[in-house]
């Protein structure tokens, strides 16, 4: 597959993808810290122990890098759409089905986890710790299908206003942190899941158009966002994790922040700065094809990666605690990570191996009606995000299950993806 990859394909794009990956991966091993007090498991979290690790979330916060490159994707791939007179039901179901696919077996198997766990009698609590831990990853998805729906309407607005479609989001982002931080306006704060995403997403856009084609330019971008980001923090009301903490009055990450925004724009100024030496490592076969066997297989150890990480810690608890009496943060703590990170990696092995077959599915459009497209697009994001926020396992009931939670996303892609095949791309001869 390295080898025939296209020369003018920008390699660059899918070097990011993977990068980030794996920071999201190295990160949330590193920020869930859970340890065993008075022959219980106490769900310790680094940032909260450690306060000066939230710096690291300045690195390691690289969702923007995500929005970036889905601008660049999405962009490119709707452009392409058209020039072949190929319509939106296609080419968002195809799209629709290559990001939710790898996501049902998941939901899945945590169910009848979930189930037995309770039927077993294991503590409820516990099972709901479990479950709302591995499935930490799809919020992301609901969130990200909703900007990629909207793809070809942000397109059309940066190919009519430019940069001001940019900083027209900006201005949005801007407003909703002030009605909710100076005037207390209630819930409002979530209509950035849009400014702030949809924002970055633009950005990904630019960089199709070449717009930071010059690496000084890109470098200005990321210096002025890293200047916004210092004040906002340092004179701004927003703390300097860029993800949740527990205990902390504000997150930048949930909804997202101005701050978030300002970093998102300081990540693509300095990504993008870097772009011409990126390209020049890429054409190193060897470099290029580990980019290509991550990106084959990238929703997968996103899915799955802290299913691994619950599976180690059971083991662990399993075996009386073994390991989990050092203190989070402490020296022993730190030395024992290398060792953790094994088992972790050994843990994802063969879940990556037994589930990536559901990220090479088949992505063909599906020509449905534009109103199943939403529909199913509204039941996908509604049992996504409703699990990320109350665990699909229940406090109450004989399976201990939130049955109509689970039933969301399966519902919703059944109603967005059967129908007719329409190939977006003429078949080989």
């Known amino acids: 597959m390295a080898e025939q990859a296209p020369p003018e394909r920008n390699r660059y794009v899918d070097f990011l993808r993977a990068l980030s990956i794996l920071a999201v991966v190295v990160g949330h091993w590193l920020v869930a810290a859970p340890y065993m007090k008075d022959g219980a498991v106490e769900g310790g979290h680094l940032l909260g122990i450690l306060p000066w690790t939230q710096w690291l979330t300045w690195g390691f916060q690289v969702m923007p ?10 962009g490119m791939s709707w452009a392409a759409t058209r020039r072949k007179g190929g319509g939106y039901a296609g ?11 790898p996501v049902l077996p998941l939901f899945l198997i945590w169910t009848l986890v979930a189930m037995f766990g309770t039927l077993m009698g294991i503590d409820r609590k516990i099972v709901a710790m479990a479950a709302q831990l591995a499935l930490i990853p799809v919020w992301f998805l609901s969130v990200y ?48 899941f849009g400014f702030v ?31 916004a980001l210092g004040l906002l923090v ?35 100024g300095f ?43 059971v083991a662990a608890w399993l075996l009386g605690g073994i390991g989990l009496d050092v203190m989070p943060g402490s020296a022993a703590w730190w030395l024992a990570r290398p060792l953790w990170f094994a088992l972790y990696i050994a843990a994802s092995l ?44 229940s406090p109450y009931g004989v399976t201990g299950v939130r049955l109509w939670l689970v039933a969301l996303p399966f519902i919703g892609a059944a109603i967005a993806q059967f129908g007719p095949v329409h190939k977006l791309v003429r078949p080989r001869a």
């Open 234 to 268: 340092g004179f701004g009301p927003y703390p300097v994790a860029m993800i949740g903490v527990p205990g902390s009055g504000l997150s930048n990450s949930m909804p997202p922040t101005l701050a978030l925004l300002a970093l998102g724009i300081a990540q693509t």
């Open 145 to 192: 299908l909703m900007v990629a729906a909207l793809a070809p309407l942000t397109w059309a607005a940066w190919h009519r206003y430019g940069m001001a479609s940019f900083w027209a989001l900006v201005a949005g982002a801007v407003a909703i942190d002030v009605a909710t931080l100076k005037f207390g306006v209630p819930y409002v704060n979530f209509l950035n």
């Open 350 to 393: 063969p879940l990556v191996l037994l589930f990536a077959r559901y990220e090479r599915a088949s992505s063909a459009g599906v020509e449905v009606p534009h109103w199943r497209l939403i529909l199913g697009l509204i039941l996908i994001c509604a049992g996504l995000g409703a699990t990320a926020a109350i665990s699909i396992a």
């Open 65 to 74: 890098l995500f929005f970036l490159v889905g601008g660049f994707s999405n």
């Open 91 to 101: 080419w968002y179901s195809g799209r629709l089905q290559r990001l939710i696919n």
């Open 271 to 313: 990504a993008l700065a870097l772009e011409p030496a990126g390209r020049r490592m890429l054409d190193n076969l060897r470099v290029w094809t580990a980019v290509v066997l991550v990106n084959g297989m990238i929703m997968t150890i996103y899915l799955w990666h802290l299913t691994a990480f619950v599976l180690v810690l």
């Open 197 to 227: 995403w949809l924002a970055i997403h633009q950005l990904g856009f630019a960089w199709g158009d070449g717009y930071f084609a010059r690496p000084q330019k890109a470098l200005l971008w990321g210096l002025g966002g890293l200047a």
